[in-house]
């Protein structure tokens, strides 16, 4: 066995890994160019493989290669896949049929969207189970039931004969894994499946895998871009970029000594909810397929990069027993438990920025918002924290003035000017006091203009200057965000997901506002983006003190960059404060329940987020 | 930390002006890099091309020479002699530029109409738009063909009767494209952002969402075009378009069916040069609907990034089955 | 904690048929409104056919007569037609009548004629009706040929995408959909009557009081013809909703699920397919209706469509108005029973979430 795979030699009595993945590799069908490259992990059964990685790290295409499938216009060019006694990949298209949902299944990210939604529920759990060799007529019903059980849903016809777009996501994701369970596979692969779903439901998903893993005795995949369910759920965890692993670890070890540059910049990025401390982020792209450097895929976007990184792509190598690394200057061992930076205290402030006292909204006559009272200081950050349905975005919505069905009193500045509920309502300068920045980056800027004449719109609108002059202060804007003059002229549909979220908020302060509004605007990106966001959004407010009320779900987001909460549960405040004092010592048992059901980065990787 | 944020692919290009000009040029520029594109468009240029300088070479579309249905190469030119025994060169020559013109007089009528009724109806909500609707509904439910077919003969073949028949059958479409399009605008948060700098709506309107329904419109046009030229040409062979002896590939068709047997020209010419300018027209409008769908992704890049060009390859149909409104034909 | 997670999810359990009748389900509701609708809908279009044909300029009257026309018989005539009378008035009664089933009688010059030199005695709509059936087969068989056509091929195309015969067809269709009808028609008469083969009559002139079905041969050409023009529409839409579905997330997690391409293709991906599937056969006939006009003024074959045309030449108002709203009556039909059809084949909309 090479290096790279990593798996010594079983000794004695000890028994082989039941999975056994040895360089895989896919590319673009027509093409040739590769989308993942070399990647080799074994798991033993019963234990867990995090694989890890930002958009674009090949890490999908890794899962759904493990069952021997390419999405289209790719195709698997190499490797081998063991499972059991079976090699996936060198199984014909009737073997592989067979082994798909009996020796290896799949669990996928959206359950709406996995389940057919033309078929009832109870057929679809049968022929997950009547797939792989028929069972006896009578057998069958007791099975299904049993399955569904197994999943903590109840086994009741009701289920059984309802579509999959009557029931919950929790439900849907429930039924996916029990029909990847049906058959009791070998290896299960799951890929991102708490995406989308709220905290307390991803928490007992996450309980129900590991409960049938371990009782099915099974190996698994877990594929997530969230590091902090990866900690709490994973054995082993690795860590793709670029379509390679650069770095595989015992999760444990991973998390706390970590070795690859990049994975210290991700985990550096992660925020906590533990403890408010600066993100690191990390600037520049991963790179496309088909544009990979001879060398180290993130040679350029290294602070550790060396000449020699360039030459060539480096082996993954076993630096400390079983953690192995792609990279020929890693991070030594010590440096990787100092560093991480306090969040500068900041003055306390006299005035507030936005006070909002008795605000109810609704929909059409049915309510949304009961009572909401908040106080946003000036220069600081006060975060609206809730899951989906919780009103949140109403809230933001109401605050500008783009809902108007409300009632109550939003005061904004010193003077105390009491807002109407409709923008079309508000004074010039009203409106221009408070800016609102949306969560979809890609619907968030207009793509038939350029970024700067996107930036220029509210100048147009607020302010009479010249054309001239309307320039400048857009590429200053776009310079506060580090989007600097070069991307002037670009059109929106060429930069990525966090480049214009970063536009989006120089649009927003462009007119100089006081108060602005984000609305879950880091949701959609990366973590490593979203950390340079937070930054800048963190530096903003102390240069300029600035005002924000930042809408998320993301208490640990929350603990990175406010400092004042409210926690909303359909339309209502059940707790608010400082986010010391809700975070650290939360009151109401939703809060309570919010923050013990959230992964933590801490759970395996021990002490190292301490400073 | 924040290393020279130089990654070469990113490097952001100097993308040209986001003028009206500009993106309309570069859908028709994308249309014209697909075969299908190109072999439209030169299709439909030859025909415009022998339709509007035929007149220039032709004799005399209404002159005798000889018997009826003439034999090819004999006294009545090399295209032989139609049923009343005309130069059927000559007339085949004469023939296409009424069509041409009254269909896209016709077609310039309907996304007038259609466009405006499209935005309103999408702006204004409400009653307007239920009215708008219900009329687009009821234009519908008379068969394009038919309802000109009424209109011509009860005030008479004229032909500026034509082109608002067939400009009335055409536009609701067009209104129904609009009014999709510009509501899926208004949806954008890119435009509830400037509304909630309380810019005015007709502001809003005229900066943000009228210069994004641009290329539906081009689409929706090209689109309009082929059916109306097919329209026109119905029109006249049925014999309420132009009128005899005007010279017309439609009129020219069924009045040369009769003999077939003895000079097959007199229907085969003008049939070949209608067939070709439809195709033609229906390609090139095919090529640009793709265009648009492939440069419409304003999804996310990165995934985009490997699959895009390789992927979509140039055989796949524009999937978009919001074409499926449009029937057959 | 306290309660078991799954329970607390489950509160709301799907709902079946939640103790409502019938006819007030989705499906009822939306034929009823739909109905509404259509009424609304054919009533505007009745008002439209009337204007155009009777108030716009065109002196039917003199139309009529001809020759004959003096001042005298001019003012008989209309008045025999009821032209004298106010507008809304003869609206009204014409409307009345309309739905009846009395669209007076025929100015037809070719039926058997009255004592006026013109009008006839012979109603309208029985003239009309008695060709209806042939119009119903000339349609009926050519949406059966290009339906199954099309979808078969369609799907076809569409599992082995980016194969010949996936490509190769995508082009006939773009360029045989893109044909005016006549033309294609007139081809398709060249090649198989006249020029090339002469396998069968170029006009279907049906000997007067005999059925098409007693004729077969004189259905073949017309059928073809619309034919040719339909099919690649059909394949075009079937193509693309099943290269949609195949495309799917759900289609993908079958084949992670192990499932067969047979059951996949039949299972998991038509019946969701469905749905555009059923518009698109809607929409066919819908243009079918319109379509055959110029096919049968082609094979002057005697249909619903050559009376219209010759109805037109004729100026033969009542018989225009008949045709006219018999069509606008079909599309509201057909319309109303697709819409039903895809909300049957669509459980999202079907059972609406509780």
Same mark, same amino acid.
């Not at chain 1, 905290?199 to 005795?217: K, N, Y």
């Given at each position: 066995?090479?290096?790279?795979?990593?798996?010594?030699?079983?000794?004695?009595?000890?028994?082989?890994?039941?999975?056994?993945?040895?360089?895989?590799?896919?590319?673009?069908?027509?093409?040739?160019?590769?989308?993942?490259?070399?990647?080799?992990?074994?798991?033993?059964?019963?234990?867990?493989?995090?694989?890890?990685?930002?958009?674009?790290?090949?890490?999908?295409?890794?899962?759904?290669?493990?069952?021997?499938?390419?999405?289209?216009?790719?195709?698997?060019?190499?490797?081998?896949?063991?499972?059991?006694?079976?090699?996936?990949?060198?199984?014909?298209?009737?073997?592989?049929?067979?082994?798909?949902?009996?020796?290896?299944?799949?669990?996928?990210?959206?359950?709406?969207?996995?389940?057919?939604?033309?078929?009832?529920?109870?057929?679809?759990?049968?022929?997950?189970?009547?797939?792989?060799?028929?069972?006896?007529?009578?057998?069958?019903?007791?099975?299904?039931?049993?399955?569904?059980?197994?999943?903590?849903?109840?086994?009741?016809?009701?289920?059984?004969?309802?579509?999959?777009?009557?029931?919950?996501?929790?439900?849907?994701?429930?039924?996916?894994?029990?029909?990847?369970?049906?058959?009791?596979?070998?290896?299960?692969?799951?890929?991102?499946?708490?995406?989308?779903?709220?905290?307390?439901?991803?928490?007992?998903?996450?309980?129900?895998?590991?409960?049938?893993?371990?009782?099915?005795?099974?190996?698994?995949?877990?594929?997530?871009?969230?590091?902090?369910?990866?900690?709490?759920?994973?054995?082993?965890?690795?860590?793709?970029?670029?379509?390679?692993?650069?770095?595989?670890?015992?999760? &444990?070890?991973?998390?706390?000594?970590?070795?690859?540059?990049?994975?210290?910049?991700?985990?550096?990025?992660?925020?906590? &909810?533990?403890? &408010?401390?600066? @993100?690191?982020?990390?600037?520049?792209?991963?790179? +496309?397929?088909?544009?990979?450097?001879?060398?180290?895929?993130?040679?350029?976007?290294?602070?550790?990069?060396?000449?020699?990184?360039?030459?060539?792509?480096?082996?993954?190598?076993?630096?400390?027993?079983?953690?192995?690394?792609?990279?020929?200057?890693?991070?030594?061992?010590?440096?990787?438990?100092?560093?991480?930076?306090?969040?500068?205290?900041?003055?306390?402030?006299?005035?507030?920025?936005?006070?909002?006292?008795?605000?109810?909204?609704?929909?059409?006559?049915?309510?949304?918002?009961?009572?909401?009272?908040?106080?946003?200081?000036?220069?600081?950050?006060?975060?609206?924290?809730?899951?989906?349905?919780?009103?949140?975005?109403?809230?933001?919505?109401?605050?500008?003035?783009?809902?108007?069905?409300?009632?109550?009193?939003?005061?904004?500045?010193?003077?105390?000017?009491?807002?109407?509920?409709?923008?079309?309502?508000?004074?010039?300068?009203?409106?221009?006091?408070?800016?609102?920045?949306?969560?979809?980056?890609?619907?968030?800027?207009?793509?038939?203009?350029?970024?700067?004449?996107?930036?220029?719109?509210?100048?147009?609108?607020?302010?009479?200057?010249?054309?001239?002059?309307?320039?400048?202060?857009?590429?200053?804007? @776009?310079?506060?965000?580090?989007?600097?003059?070069?991307?002037?002229?670009?059109?929106?549909?060429?930069?990525?997901?966090?480049? +214009?979220?970063?536009?989006?908020?120089? +649009?927003?302060?462009?007119?100089?506002?006081?108060?602005?509004?984000?609305?879950?605007?880091?949701?959609?990106?990366?973590?490593?983006?979203? &950390?340079?966001?937070?930054?800048?959004?963190?530096?903003?407010?102390?240069?300029?003190?600035?005002?924000?009320?930042?809408?998320?779900?993301?208490?640990?987001?929350?603990?990175?960059?406010?400092?004042?909460?409210?926690?909303?549960?359909?339309? +209502?405040?059940?707790?608010?404060?400082?986010?010391?004092?809700?975070?650290?010592?939360?009151?109401?048992?939703?809060?309570?329940?919010?923050?013990?059901?959230?992964?933590?980065?801490?759970?395996?990787?021990?002490?190292?987020?301490?400073? | 930390?924040?290393?020279?944020?130089?990654?070469?692919?990113?490097?952001?290009?100097?993308?040209?002006?986001?003028?009206?000009?500009?993106?309309?040029?570069?859908?028709?520029?994308?249309?014209?890099?697909?075969?299908?594109?190109?072999?439209?468009?030169?299709?439909?240029?030859?025909?415009?091309?022998?339709?509007?300088?035929?007149?220039?070479?032709?004799?005399?579309?209404?002159?005798?020479?000889?018997?009826?249905?003439?034999?090819?190469?004999?006294?009545?030119?090399?295209?032989?002699?139609?049923?009343?025994?005309?130069?059927?060169?000559?007339?085949?020559?004469?023939?296409?530029?009424?069509?041409?013109?009254?269909?896209?007089?016709?077609?310039?009528?309907?996304?007038?109409?259609?466009? %405006?009724?499209?935005?309103?109806?999408?702006?204004?909500?409400?009653?307007?738009?239920?009215?708008?609707?219900?009329?687009?509904?009821?234009?519908?439910?008379?068969?394009?063909?038919?309802?000109?077919?009424?209109?011509?003969?009860?005030?008479?073949?004229?032909?500026?009767?034509?082109?608002?028949?067939?400009?009335?059958?055409?536009?609701?479409?067009?209104?129904?494209?609009?009014?999709?399009?510009?509501?899926?605008?208004?949806?954008?948060?890119?435009?509830?952002?400037?509304?909630?700098?309380?810019?005015?709506?007709?502001?809003?309107?005229?900066?943000?969402?009228?210069?994004?329904?641009?290329?539906?419109?081009?689409?929706?046009?090209?689109?309009?075009?082929?059916?109306? %030229?097919?329209?026109?040409?119905?029109?006249?062979?049925?014999?309420?378009?132009?009128?005899?002896?005007?010279?017309?590939?439609?009129?020219?068709?069924?009045?040369?069916?009769?003999?077939?047997?003895?000079?097959?020209?007199?229907?085969?010419?003008?049939?070949?040069?209608?067939?070709?300018?439809?195709?033609?027209?229906?390609?090139?409008?095919?090529?640009?609907?793709?265009?648009?769908?492939?440069?419409?992704?304003?999804?996310?890049?990165?995934?985009?990034?490997?699959?895009?060009?390789?992927?979509?390859?140039?055989?796949?149909?524009?999937?978009?089955?919001?074409?499926?409104?449009?029937?057959?034909? | 904690?306290?309660?078991?997670?799954?329970?607390?999810?489950?509160?709301?359990?799907? *709902?079946?048929?939640?103790?409502?009748?019938?006819?007030?389900?989705?499906?009822?509701?939306?034929?009823?409104?739909?109905?509404?609708?259509?009424?609304?809908?054919?009533?505007?279009?009745?008002?439209?056919?009337?204007?155009?044909?009777? !108030?716009?300029?065109?002196?039917?009257?003199?139309?009529?007569?001809?020759?004959?026309?003096?001042?005298?018989?001019?003012?008989?005539? *209309?008045?025999?037609?009821?032209?004298? *009378?106010?507008?809304?008035?003869? /609206?009204?009664?014409?409307?009345?009548?309309?739905?009846?089933?009395?669209?007076? #009688?025929?100015?037809?010059?070719?039926?058997?004629?009255?004592?006026?030199?013109?009008?006839?005695?012979?109603?309208?709509?029985?003239? !009309?009706?008695?060709?209806?059936? #042939?119009?119903?087969?000339?349609?009926?068989?050519?949406?059966?040929?290009?339906?199954?056509?099309?979808?078969?091929?369609?799907?076809?195309?569409?599992?082995?995408?980016?194969?010949? /015969?996936?490509?190769?067809?995508?082009?006939?269709?773009?360029?045989?959909?893109?044909?005016?009808? /006549?033309?294609?028609?007139?081809?398709?008469?060249?090649?198989?009557?006249? #020029?090339?083969?002469?396998?069968?009559?170029?006009?279907?002139?049906?000997?007067?009081?005999?059925?098409?079905?007693?004729?077969?041969?004189?259905?073949?050409?017309?059928?073809?013809?619309?034919?040719?023009?339909?099919?690649?529409?059909?394949?075009?839409?079937?193509?693309?909703?099943?290269?949609?579905?195949?495309?799917?997330?759900?289609? *993908?997690?079958?084949?992670?699920?192990?499932?067969?391409?047979?059951?996949?293709?039949?299972?998991?991906?038509?019946?969701?397919?469905?749905?555009?599937?059923?518009?698109?056969?809607?929409?066919?006939?819908?243009?079918?209706?319109?379509?055959? !006009?110029?096919?049968?003024?082609?094979?002057?074959?005697?249909?619903?469509?050559?009376?219209?045309?010759?109805?037109?030449?004729?100026?033969?108002?009542?018989?225009?108005?008949?045709?006219?709203?018999?069509?606008?009556? /079909?599309? !509201?039909?057909?319309?109303?029973?697709?819409?039903?059809?895809?909300?049957?084949?669509?459980?999202?909309?079907?059972?609406?979430?509780?």
């Amino acid at each position: 066995m090479s290096a790279e795979n990593g798996t010594a030699p079983a000794a004695g009595g000890a028994r082989r890994p039941e999975v056994e993945v040895t360089d895989l590799a896919v590319r673009i069908a027509r093409t040739g160019v590769p989308i993942v490259e070399g990647v080799s992990f074994s798991i033993e059964a019963g234990r867990t493989l995090g694989l890890v990685g930002e958009s674009g790290s090949g890490k999908s295409t890794v899962a759904v290669g493990l069952l021997g499938y390419a999405r289209r216009g790719l195709e698997i060019a190499a490797g081998t896949v063991r499972i059991g006694d079976t090699d996936i990949l060198a199984l014909d298209p009737k073997g592989l049929r067979s082994a798909r949902g009996r020796i290896v299944s799949y669990v996928p990210q959206d359950p709406a969207a996995g389940l057919n939604p033309a078929h009832r529920l109870g057929p679809q759990l049968r022929e997950a189970i009547t797939a792989h060799g028929d069972v006896p007529k009578g057998e069958l019903d007791g099975r299904v039931n049993d399955l569904l059980e197994s999943v903590n849903l109840p086994a009741t016809k009701k289920i059984l004969r309802s579509y999959p777009h009557q029931i919950s996501g929790g439900q849907q994701q429930r039924i996916a894994i029990a029909i990847a369970f049906a058959c009791r596979p070998r290896l299960i692969v799951l890929d991102e499946p708490t995406t989308g779903l709220d905290v307390t439901t991803q928490r007992h998903i996450l309980a129900t895998i590991d409960e049938l893993a371990s009782v099915h005795d099974a190996a698994a995949v877990y594929v997530s871009h969230d590091l902090a369910a990866v900690a709490e759920v994973a054995t082993d965890t690795a860590v793709m970029y670029a379509g390679r692993i650069v770095e595989r670890a015992p999760t &444990a070890r991973l998390f706390a000594a970590p070795r690859h540059p990049y994975t210290v910049g991700l985990i550096a990025s992660a925020p906590s &909810a533990e403890k &408010a401390h600066r @993100l690191l982020g990390i600037e520049g792209h991963p790179p +496309r397929p088909g544009s990979w450097p001879d060398g180290c895929a993130y040679a350029d976007r290294c602070p550790r990069a060396l000449p020699d990184c360039r030459a060539g792509v480096p082996k993954l190598l076993e630096e400390s027993p079983g953690q192995l690394v792609r990279c020929i200057n890693p991070v030594p061992i010590d440096a990787t438990t100092e560093i991480v930076l306090d969040v500068p205290t900041l003055p306390t402030s006299q005035e507030m920025a936005l006070s909002v006292r008795g605000l109810v909204a609704d929909y059409s006559g049915t309510p949304v918002l009961h009572d909401i009272q908040l106080d946003v200081p000036r220069g600081k950050v006060t975060a609206v924290v809730g899951e989906s349905g919780s009103g949140k975005t109403t809230l933001a919505r109401c605050l500008v003035g783009l809902h108007s069905s409300w009632q109550g009193e939003v005061l904004l500045g010193t003077d105390s000017t009491s807002l109407a509920p409709g923008a079309s309502e508000r004074s010039s300068d009203q409106l221009r006091e408070m800016q609102y920045i949306f969560q979809n980056p890609f619907g968030s800027l207009n793509p038939t203009m350029t970024v700067v004449e996107n930036v220029e719109e509210p100048l147009r609108h607020f302010e009479r200057i010249s054309r001239a002059e309307r320039r400048a202060r857009a590429i200053a804007a @776009l310079e506060t965000v580090s989007l600097g003059a070069q991307f002037a002229d670009t059109m929106p549909g060429r930069m990525s997901g966090g480049e +214009r979220q970063r536009a989006a908020v120089a +649009r927003g302060l462009v007119v100089e506002p006081s108060v602005l509004v984000c609305d879950e605007i880091t949701s959609a990106l990366d973590v490593s983006v979203q &950390a340079l966001l937070v930054e800048q959004l963190r530096d903003l407010q102390i240069e300029r003190n600035l005002s924000m009320v930042f809408i998320t779900h993301n208490l640990a987001v929350v603990r990175s960059i406010a400092q004042n909460m409210i926690v909303l549960q359909q339309g +209502r405040i059940v707790e608010q404060g400082t986010v010391d004092a809700v975070l650290g010592n939360p009151q109401h048992p939703y809060t309570r329940q919010l923050l013990e059901d959230l992964p933590r980065l801490e759970a395996r990787a021990g002490s190292s987020q301490a400073a | 930390m924040s290393a020279d944020a130089t990654t070469p692919d990113v490097v952001p290009t100097k993308a040209p002006r986001a003028s009206l000009g500009g993106r309309a040029g570069r859908l028709l520029r994308g249309a014209l890099r697909t075969r299908r594109g190109q072999i439209g468009l030169l299709l439909t240029l030859i025909v415009v091309g022998i339709a509007f300088l035929g007149p220039l070479f032709a004799g005399s579309p209404t002159a005798l020479h000889g018997g009826p249905f003439e034999a090819p190469g004999g006294v009545a030119g090399p295209l032989g002699g139609d049923s009343l025994g005309r130069s059927v060169l000559d007339r085949v020559l004469d023939g296409g530029w009424r069509i041409l013109l009254i269909s896209a007089a016709a077609t310039a009528m309907a996304i007038v109409l259609g466009s %405006i009724a499209g935005v309103v109806a999408a702006y204004r909500g409400g009653f307007a738009d239920t009215l708008i609707m219900r009329t687009v509904d009821v234009l519908l439910g008379i068969p394009s063909l038919v309802f000109v077919l009424m209109l011509l003969s009860v005030i008479g073949s004229h032909a500026w009767l034509v082109i608002v028949g067939v400009g009335l059958t055409q536009a609701p479409q067009v209104a129904r494209v609009l009014r999709a399009a510009a509501q899926d605008v208004s949806e954008r948060d890119y435009v509830k952002a400037v509304a909630a700098w309380g810019v005015p709506p007709r502001t809003v309107i005229r900066r943000h969402v009228i210069p994004s329904l641009l290329t539906p419109l081009m689409v929706e046009s090209a689109l309009r075009l082929s059916f109306s %030229i097919i329209l026109v040409a119905s029109l006249s062979f049925l014999g309420l378009g132009t009128q005899p002896p005007t010279a017309d590939w439609g009129v020219m068709i069924n009045e040369n069916r009769v003999g077939l047997a003895q000079n097959v020209w007199g229907v085969l010419a003008p049939a070949i040069l209608l067939a070709t300018l439809a195709v033609g027209t229906n390609m090139f409008s095919d090529a640009i609907a793709r265009a648009n769908l492939s440069a419409g992704s304003a999804g996310d890049p990165t995934l985009q990034m490997a699959l895009t060009s390789s992927n979509v390859a140039e055989g796949d149909e524009p999937v978009g089955l919001d074409a499926i409104d449009e029937g057959p034909g | 904690m306290a309660t078991t997670p799954a329970t607390a999810e489950v509160q709301r359990p799907p *709902e079946e048929d939640e103790g409502g009748r019938w006819w007030q389900s989705p499906i009822a509701q939306m034929v009823w409104r739909r109905a509404l609708l259509g009424i609304l809908t054919l009533v505007l279009i009745a008002v439209i056919v009337y204007f155009a044909t009777t !108030v716009l300029p065109g002196d039917a009257a003199t139309a009529i007569l001809g020759q004959s026309a003096t001042p005298a018989r001019i003012a008989k005539v *209309e008045a025999e037609l009821g032209l004298d *009378e106010p507008l809304l008035t003869r /609206f009204v009664d014409w409307f009345g009548n309309a739905i009846h089933g009395d669209f007076g #009688n025929s100015l037809s010059a070719a039926a058997p004629v009255g004592s006026h030199g013109g009008a006839s005695k012979e109603a309208v709509t029985t003239l !009309v009706n008695e060709k209806l059936l #042939n119009s119903v087969v000339l349609i009926g068989v050519t949406a059966i040929v290009s339906t199954l056509l099309g979808i078969l091929a369609g799907m076809y195309a569409a599992f082995r995408r980016d194969g010949i /015969f996936d490509t190769g067809g995508s082009v006939v269709a773009l360029v045989a959909s893109a044909l005016p009808e /006549f033309v294609v028609a007139i081809f398709v008469v060249m090649l198989f009557a006249v #020029n090339v083969f002469d396998w069968f009559p170029a006009l279907s002139l049906l000997p007067p009081g005999e059925s098409i079905l007693s004729h077969l041969n004189m259905l073949v050409l017309p059928v073809l013809a619309l034919v040719i023009v339909t099919t690649p529409y059909v394949f075009r839409m079937t193509r693309g909703a099943m290269i949609e579905v195949l495309d799917t997330d759900y289609v *993908e997690f079958a084949r992670m699920k192990g499932v067969s391409p047979r059951k996949i293709a039949f299972r998991h991906a038509l019946p969701n397919a469905l749905a555009p599937v059923i518009q698109v056969v809607g929409l066919n006939l819908l243009y079918l209706a319109g379509g055959i !006009v110029l096919v049968e003024a082609i094979f002057s074959y005697p249909g619903v469509g050559l009376a219209l045309v010759e109805a037109i030449n004729g100026r033969d108002v009542p018989t225009i108005q008949y045709i006219v709203l018999m069509l606008a009556v /079909f599309y !509201v039909i057909l319309n109303i029973v697709t819409d039903v059809g895809v909300l049957l084949v669509t459980p999202r909309r079907r059972y609406p979430r509780s």
